[in-house]
């Protein structure tokens, strides 16, 4: 379960970006020039959204948008305009109902707030479950959907290499956070927990908070540590590709249970696609 990565400009993309299933990027509603890759290649400073799109719609869109507003807000203290954004991510899909990964970065460069929109090849998640490994890291300003990923891609390439699928981020006494591009439900057997350490409110798992509570699924919020995860009877990632199952924490494994895979799909799948 990974991020959609790589860059190009429109019109104009290079191999490596075709490798990645790059197929647009745009700078404030134009086609990305050398300039303006080059800004944000040696400036870490800004932040985005990463959504799926399905016939040009989106889940959640106000949900991305407040993301985005609020980030904006936290890093610059400048107000962005959700109609702007709106309209950038129209222009890059062309008035076409495609299917796309789309990601929404905002950076500042010359004092001004700047979109840069990029199209990829449509993802889902698949349905084998998941193996994952523990790593002691924690992202800074976790609640922040920043460029500032050094550190869990690092260590997904470590875990990557010894065959794991995913990094449970975790902090100096052990108390879990986040996946390296998820966020994690526990199965304790009668409710779902969400740990309460610091993270990023992922978009999918805001809309699953939404609807769960209707199915008969209201989570609660604890902390739960690395000590703690033999007692859960199975475990659960999600971002915008969708949810999956998880099968082995780090040499522990967890039966897959397809019945409440399918009822946390089941709230997710019912969330409407909107209008961009």
Same mark, same amino acid.
Do not use: C
């Given at each position: 379960?990974?991020?959609?990565?790589?860059?190009?400009?429109?019109?104009?993309?290079?191999?490596?970006? +075709?490798?990645?299933?790059?197929?647009?990027?745009? *700078?404030?509603?134009?086609?990305?020039?050398?300039?303006?890759? !080059?800004?944000?290649?040696?400036?870490?400073?800004?932040?985005?959204?990463?959504?799926?799109?399905?016939?040009?719609?989106?889940?959640?869109?106000?949900?991305?948008?407040?993301? !985005?507003? #609020?980030?904006?807000?936290?890093?610059?203290?400048?107000?962005?305009?959700?109609?702007?954004?709106?309209? +950038?991510?129209?222009? =890059?899909?062309?008035?076409?109902?495609?299917?796309?990964?789309?990601?929404?970065?905002?950076?500042?460069?010359?004092?001004?707030? &700047?979109?840069?929109?990029?199209?990829?090849? /449509?993802?889902? *998640?698949?349905?084998?479950?998941?193996?994952?490994?523990?790593?002691?890291?924690?992202?800074?300003?976790?609640?922040?959907?920043?460029?500032?990923?050094?550190?869990?891609?690092?260590?997904?390439?470590?875990?990557?290499?010894?065959?794991?699928?995913?990094?449970?981020?975790?902090?100096?006494?052990?108390?879990?956070?986040?996946?390296?591009?998820?966020?994690?439900?526990?199965?304790?057997?009668?409710?779902?927990? !969400?740990?309460?350490? /610091?993270?990023?409110?992922?978009?999918?798992?805001?809309?699953?908070?939404?609807?769960?509570? #209707?199915?008969?699924?209201?989570?609660?919020?604890?902390?739960?540590?690395?000590?703690?995860?033999?007692? @859960?009877?199975?475990? @659960?990632?999600?971002?915008?590709?969708?949810?999956?199952?998880?099968?082995?924490?780090?040499?522990? &494994?967890?039966?897959?249970?397809?019945?409440?895979?399918? +009822?946390? +799909? =089941? *709230?997710?799948?019912? *969330?409407?696609?909107?209008?961009?």
């Amino acid at each position: 379960m990974v991020n959609e990565d790589g860059a190009g400009v429109s019109g104009g993309l290079g191999p490596l970006a +075709r490798e990645l299933g790059i197929e647009l990027v745009e *700078v404030d509603g134009r086609a990305a020039t050398a300039d303006d890759l !080059l800004w944000r290649a040696v400036r870490g400073d800004g932040h985005f959204t990463a959504a799926q799109v399905r016939g040009g719609r989106v889940r959640g869109v106000g949900v991305h948008l407040e993301r !985005l507003r #609020a980030a904006s807000r936290e890093l610059w203290g400048e107000e962005l305009d959700p109609g702007l954004v709106r309209e +950038r991510v129209r222009h =890059a899909l062309g008035g076409r109902a495609r299917d796309a990964a789309l990601r929404v970065y905002v950076h500042r460069p010359a004092g001004a707030l &700047s979109l840069m929109v990029t199209l990829a090849a /449509p993802g889902e *998640v698949g349905d084998e479950p998941l193996r994952v490994r523990p790593v002691p890291y924690v992202r800074p300003f976790a609640h922040v959907k920043h460029l500032g990923g050094f550190g869990q891609t690092h260590y997904g390439r470590l875990a990557g290499r010894e065959g794991y699928d995913e990094i449970l981020l975790t902090g100096p006494d052990g108390e879990v956070a986040e996946g390296g591009v998820t966020n994690v439900l526990f199965w304790d057997g009668e409710r779902l927990v !969400l740990p309460t350490a /610091p993270a990023l409110a992922g978009t999918t798992l805001t809309l699953l908070e939404q609807g769960l509570p #209707a199915a008969g699924l209201a989570p609660v919020r604890r902390p739960v540590r690395l000590a703690d995860l033999a007692g @859960f009877r199975a475990v @659960f990632l999600a971002n915008s590709r969708g949810i999956v199952a998880v099968g082995e924490i780090d040499g522990h &494994s967890y039966a897959v249970d397809g019945a409440l895979l399918r +009822r946390l +799909r =089941a *709230v997710y799948e019912a *969330v409407p696609w909107e209008e961009v």
